[in-house]
T-cell receptor
């Protein structure tokens, strides 16, 4: 079975500090990976996908096939970044498999 | 207002009763999905459908049933056979051909079994 692992349930950082949300995956094919975010009282939405190699709201994520990782990074955290973050992997193009999620709390 | 609409937002059910959650999309998306969200477990796939009149089981389909009679609608029935139905349920859709792989989500339905 394909798996997505997010080892941290909660990550708490101070405003202005760097953020790294970890995601590791296991997949036998060429992975298609995403980060989704759920802000308080809002619906789950796409943050970024590895194939586009873009930066959204200052966040970036690099696919490391050797380490099977897709960590989400931001150099300077802001209070509005506080949310639940999910890493997700398309399984053979049919099913999007999610990790358990990491709550990011940015303290002032 | 385009997007995915789930109803009801909150639902209470007595043990032994079936309940149906509605999911409608006006995005003309091919595929629709039902996920269950539990604290500490992330989102787990219940059922998905890539075309009208066809659907497949996800990872936790036991105790649930779905139908896809229309492209825009994908209702989920939580049956009395589901052992632990109290949860937050999310519906999603995506465009397959020409799409980017992005799922678009509804606001969710919270089911509580009394």
């Amino acid at each position: 079975a394909q798996r997505v692992t997010q080892p941290e349930k909660l990550l708490s950082v101070f405003k202005g500090a760097p953020v790294e949300l970890k995601c590791n995956y296991s997949y036998s094919g060429s992975p298609e990976l995403f980060w989704y975010v759920q802000y308080s009282r809002q619906r789950l939405q796409l943050l970024l996908r590895h194939i586009s190699r873009e930066s959204i709201k200052g966040f970036t994520a690099d696919l490391n096939k050797g380490e099977t990782s897709f960590h989400l990074k931001k150099p300077f955290a802001q209070e509005e970044d506080s949310a639940m973050y999910y890493c997700a992997l398309w399984e053979y193009g049919n099913k999007l498999v999610f990790g358990a999620g990491t709550i990011l709390r940015v303290k002032s | 207002d385009g997007g995915i609409t789930q109803s009801p937002k909150y639902l209470f059910r007595k043990e032994g009763q079936n309940v149906t959650l509605s999911c409608e999309q006006n995005l003309n998306h091919d595929a629709m999905y039902w996920y269950r969200q539990d604290p500490g477990q992330g989102l787990r796939l219940i059922y998905y459908s890539q075309i009208v009149n066809d659907f497949q089981k996800g990872d936790i389909a036991e105790g649930y049933s779905v139908s896809r009679e229309k492209k825009e609608s994908f209702p989920l029935t939580v049956t009395s056979a589901q052992k632990n139905p109290t949860a937050f349920y999310l519906c999603a859709s995506r465009q397959i051909i020409g799409g980017t792989g992005e799922l678009f989500f509804g606001e969710g339905s919270r089911l509580t079994v009394l």
